[in-house]
Every structure is written in C-alpha cells, then in structure tokens.
C-alpha cells in the first residue's frame, strides 16, 4: 500500500525507502529487485549496486521487457549506449512503444544520435505515468533532439 500511494504522488524517495525495505522482506522477488535498482539509478543511490541488480533481473528473465529496459538504462548509465540498444534490440516495436518503456529508449535513441526514431518514442514516452527524474530526462533528450 505505501509503494503504490508513494507512487501515486510521485515521491521517488519515499519510493526507494519501501522498496529497500521491501527488498528485505522479499529479497528473490525479482519485481521488487528491478524496481529497486531502477529507483536507485534514477537518484543515483549505491550505482554500483543497482547496476548489478539491474544485471542480474534481466539475466534471470531476459524476455521481460521491464526488466531488460531497466537493465538497459544501468549500460547506458555506465556509458555504454550501444549495447544498452542491443539489449531492447530484441523487443517487438509494440513492446517498446509501451510509454514507460518507450520514454527511456528515445532517451538512449538519443544518446546514440539517432534522432529520427528518438522523438517517436520520446512522444510515446510522455504519455507514460513518470516520476520526476524519468520526466528530466525525457525533456533533456527532447531538447537534445529539437537542437538537431
């Protein structure tokens, strides 16, 4: 209950309290795990950790597109754009126009210079429920991509 009413006022750090603490309580559930490492990455909260995290979700259920754009978003943290894409490669274009997918891979799409593709999805992903660190960084990459 206090995940989905942090969630629902936009309070990321709240959100990463419950979700260290559920963590603890529920340390295989992989939902948890990923939405963990995601929160932390977006606050930039133990990294180093959240990109194992990140890592080791996706490695345990590689065809869950959530977990592979979570993991995707720690590559691309960590500098590595092309195989952060490579991974979401392998997603239909339905799955990766889903809004809260769709706005981290315009972000990526960006960060790769592909600006063409880049604004699709960064318009797909702004109809996406986003906390406020998921909203700066779709307006970053889209007035990276109008400057083109």
Partial sequence: ????FYASRCDTQELYRVLVYLEKARPTDLSVRNNLAQ?????????????????EVYEQEATNPDYASTYAFSLYLQGDVKKALHVLA???EKELERPEI???????????????????????????????EEKKLVEKAQLTVARR
């Fill in 1 to 4: 209950m206090l995940y989905d």
């Fill in 39 to 55: 929160i932390s990455l977006l606050l930039n909260l133990n990294p180093d950790q959240a990109y194992r995290a990140a890592r």
């Fill in 102 to 132: 769709a706005a981290y891979y315009g972000v990526m799409l960006t960060g790769n210079r592909d600006f063409s593709r880049a604004a699709k999805f960064l318009d797909l992903g702004e109809k996406a429920s986003l906390l406020p």
């Fill in 90 to 92: 392998g997603f239909s």
